[in-house]
């Protein structure tokens, strides 16, 4: 049976370098950008627009002023997000039943629930989280601290709107998850050796 491992995590909390770190120990696949870019491909998409809606609920994905003012949207405002969250969704399920691997976001812990994976969540302060956008910001991106903590509200809010399509379990609760990782302060490589030997523990590979 695969071991599946899911990583949902805070904004600007390490996450991804987490998931794709106890991957890599781990000698499985870690997928996180590469859903974006399939669905990208397999449906004509450009793959910004892809990761712009693919951690958003459908209501999310279009304007609100077309969600709330008025009665429904028209079908084809609607088709393409729901478009992506079916082919994630059908990407993710194929991902973990090909091989073991980590999956990044995109409510896999929900998606894969059937498949007993271990699901972790990823938190950090928000001082934590600030200073972590502003080391790993893009080249040529400047924003401010309130602009940057703005945008982490936004995309949690966002990511838990998305977790509410699926479960009504509340994205971040702690009964959700089989271990909360609080990466404040904290440097990622060095927490990932204890991670992976809990994670094998875990799926019984050790004693």
């Known amino acids: 049976m695969n071991h599946i491992i899911t990583i949902s995590r805070e904004f600007g909390s390490g996450g991804r370098e987490l998931g794709k770190r106890l991957a890599d120990e781990l000698g499985i696949p870690c997928y996180d950008h590469e859903i974006i870019e399939m669905i990208a491909k397999?449906?004509?998409?450009?793959?910004?627009?892809?990761?712009?809606?693919?951690?958003?609920?459908?209501e999310a994905a279009?304007?609100?002023?077309?969600?709330?003012?008025?009665?429904?949207?028209?079908?084809?405002?609607?088709?393409?997000?729901?478009?992506?969250?079916?082919?994630?969704?059908?990407i993710i399920e194929n991902f973990a039943k090909q091989s073991s691997c980590v999956i990044v976001g995109r409510s896999a812990d929900v998606i894969l629930e059937?498949?007993?994976?271990?699901?972790?969540?990823?938190?950090?302060?928000?001082?934590?989280?600030?200073?972590?956008?502003?080391?790993r910001a893009p080249e040529g991106e400047n924003l401010s601290?309130?602009?940057?903590?703005?945008?982490?509200?936004?995309?949690?809010?966002?990511r838990t709107q998305y977790h509410q399509m699926y479960s009504d379990m509340k994205w971040g609760a702690k009964e959700a998850y089989h271990l909360c990782i609080n990466t404040s302060g904290k440097e990622i490589k060095k927490l990932i050796p204890a991670l992976?030997?809990?994670?094998?523990?875990?799926f019984g590979e050790e004693e």
Request: charged letters at 25%; proline letters at 6%.
């Open 42 to 58: 397999e449906n004509g998409f450009d793959a910004r627009y892809v990761a712009n809606v693919s951690e958003k609920s459908i």
């Open 62 to 90: 279009y304007p609100l002023t077309i969600g709330h003012r008025f009665a429904m949207p028209p079908l084809q405002i609607m088709d393409q997000p729901i478009r992506v969250a079916a082919a994630q969704r059908q």
């Open 114 to 135: 059937e498949m007993h994976p271990l699901n972790l969540f990823v938190y950090a302060d928000l001082e934590s989280r600030i200073q972590r956008c502003i080391e």
């Open 145 to 158: 601290r309130n602009e940057l903590l703005r945008m982490i509200r936004q995309i949690d809010k966002q």
């Open 196 to 202: 992976a030997q809990f994670a094998r523990a875990w």
